[in-house]
Structure formats: C-alpha cells, structure tokens
C-alpha cells in the first residue's frame, strides 16, 4: 500500500484548507525504475519541477493563525503523479506536452516515461485517486463544520519559463490564479493584499485557475479557491535550498490570508 496524504485537521472554527501539492521529491524506487532519466538529469528535473519548501512555508504559518486551517500535503513527487491534473487526458490540457496526470516527458520535452505509459492507470489507482480523496475529504469536513470551505492551492516556480510555457508571460513575485465560478472577487484582493510585501503581482500569469475537487468543481460555490503561485527567488537561495527568514516571512503572510478568509467566511 503506497505511502499515505499528510493531513494536519483544523481548528472547527475554520473554513479553509491549504493543499501543497508538489512540494516533495519523493519516488519511490518502483516508479523510479520506470524514469528514462539518469540520477543526475532526475535531480535536474526535479530541482525544475518541484515546489520547493512550499510544505514549510505552510507549516511557518499554522504557528501565527488564530484558527488552524486543514493542511493537506502530497508526500509525493509529482513525478509520481500529478494530483492537480484531470485524471483523463483527453481533458487535461497539459497532456498535449505530456505533463497530464502521469508525466512522460520532463519540463524541457525530453522523454521522461515510455509512451504511452502502460502503468499510467495503476498509478492513478494507487496515487492520484487516494490523494483525491483526501482533499475532498477535507473540503466536505470544513463544510460541515462551517458551512463554506475556501481552498488555498499552494504552489511556486521557477524564475525562467520550461520548455513547455509561453516564454513570453509575465512571471511576477506572486502569481495569484483564480476561477471565474470558485474565486469571488474578496478572495482574489484577500490573495493579493496578504502578499503585498512581495511587490510586484499578476492574475493567472504565468499559471492561471485553481484547484477544486471534482466534486464542487464548477457548480457548488460553497467552495470557493484561490492559488497562490511564489516565484522561488523569493525565498531561496538555489533550487533546493530555502532561506529561513523569507520561508518564515512568507508564511506569517499566509496565515494573515488564512485569518482574512476566516474573518471573512465564518
């Protein structure tokens, strides 16, 4: 049974639930047997693709909220599988540059998996749907408490586009991602002015929407979404290596986006 989602529960008071979804490096060694990369183009790919310390700038800011939100961690690479992708890849945009749910190539369009890939659905059995899962869970246990839920989708990138990006998008200290039915309009100023210290912000540049469970997903605006996007020059000091004070800073922002929401919805 493979390793499970790292949940932290909330307070009942509050609404919300921060998902970090792609902040691990982990691979297990049966899915890394299956990568076409050797051990030092892997480390390269993985110094691209993962959200370095997101998991601690979540973690910074549990100590400085009135009220704890669910924190929902993927303990997984995204390597591994991508829990934010449409599990079907005839819907799943990024599946194009093969980065749907199962990746077959890396950020720069090299083959990383064999296509197609005939492991992709037990991978999704054993990874994507449990993790899924527990997101949902996690919504549907903050609407029963509170009777909204607001997801913060925590992410962050790098200062140069993958080969896959347009190389021409804005790629500003905070990029906030929105959705038209699940961000209203407070949720979106909330992102923003929590930020602040950052400077220089843009809306859905260079990644646009926001993660909401399948089950709410464009029809139940009890849920409401908004993804916070850190340019990672902003608080690290090379691809795997955090600054404490800025991942500290960065999370007492956080928990006043956390407060605000619960302010606001509660």
């Known amino acids: 049974m493979p390793g499970t989602t790292v949940i932290t529960p909330a307070d009942q008071e509050s609404p919300v639930v921060v998902h970090v979804p792609h902040s691990s490096r982990t691979i297990p060694p049966q899915i890394r047997a299956d990568l076409l990369l050797d051990d030092a183009a892997l480390a390269a790919e993985l110094d691209e693709a993962t959200d370095t310390a997101t998991a601690d700038i979540a973690a910074a800011a549990l100590a400085h909220v009135r009220y704890r939100p669910t924190l929902v961690v993927n303990p997984f690479s995204r390597l591994v599988v991508d829990p934010e992708r449409f599990p079907d890849d005839t819907q799943e945009p990024a599946a194009a540059f093969g980065r749907g749910a199962v990746y077959t190539r890396t950020c720069g369009g090299a083959p990383l998996r064999a296509e197609p890939y005939p492991q992709a659905g037990a991978l999704l059995e054993s990874y ?15 609407l029963a408490a509170c009777g909204r839920a607001v997801v913060i989708d925590l992410h962050s990138y790098p200062v140069l586009p993958s080969g896959f990006e347009d190389p021409a998008a804005a790629r500003p200290a905070l990029c906030v991602g929105t959705d038209p039915v699940h961000t209203p309009d407070w ?11 950052l400077g220089e912000t843009g809306i859905n540049t ?3 929407g926001t993660y909401v469970p399948l089950r709410w997903y464009g029809q139940d605006r009890r849920v409401s979404s908004v993804m916070i996007e850190l340019r990672r020059d902003t608080y690290l000091t090379d691809p795997r290596t955090p600054d404490p ?22």
């Open 187 to 197: 949720l979106e100023t909330a992102a923003r002015g929590s930020f602040a210290s």
């Open 128 to 142: 994507f749907r449990p993790h899924a899962d527990a997101v949902t869970d996690a919504v549907a246990g903050r």
């Open 245 to 266: 004070a800025r991942v500290e800073e960065l999370g007492r922002a956080l928990a006043t986006l956390v407060d605000t929401i619960t302010d606001r919805v509660c």
């Open 206 to 208: 260079p990644y646009a």
